[in-house]
């Protein structure tokens, strides 16, 4: 069989082949291509998104580890280039923002971290502060 037998429309008995042998053949091809879209094509976009969305957030202070395994803290940003400072040295390295492979830690993150402590440390105190009056009250009513 060549492919326009397959094609054609008429059969050896001079009748027209009928739409659902067309359908039945090319039904896999169909279902082929519909479960390559999903199981390759739409999470290979998701990632894609996710990573444009990761690179545009990025901010000055944020630790990163770029494509080539360079680990630093990005000190400046422009259109589509930042500036990562790599060591103690000071080191300046300009990268294209698509150099990015992931943000390590996050300066908004440490911020929130700062500031959680602080609050659970004001809490701890407010705490300690208000059983020792409570000890101090209860001293107070047993000297009367």
Do not use: C, H, W
Not at 10 to 20: L, N, Q, V, W
Not at 38 to 54: D, G, H, N, T, Y
């Amino acid at each position: 069989m060549n492919l326009f037998m397959l094609l054609d429309t008429t059969t050896a008995a001079g009748g027209t082949a009928s739409a659902g042998n067309l359908l039945t053949m090319f039904l896999p091809l169909i279902l082929m291509v519909a479960i390559f879209y999903f199981l390759v094509l739409r999470p290979q976009k998701k990632q894609e998104r996710k990573e444009a969305q990761m690179r545009d957030s990025l901010q000055v202070g944020d630790e990163v580890t770029t494509i080539g395994g360079i680990i630093g803290r990005v000190v400046s940003i422009k259109d589509e280039t930042f500036t990562l400072e790599t060591s103690r040295d000071r080191t300046k390295i300009r990268f294209v923002r698509s150099a990015i492979k992931s943000v390590d830690v996050r300066i908004a993150d440490r911020y929130a971290e700062a500031e959680a402590a602080k609050a659970e440390e004001a809490n701890a105190e407010e705490a300690a502060v208000s059983e020792e009056t409570k000890k101090d009250s209860k001293k107070g009513k047993k000297a009367e």
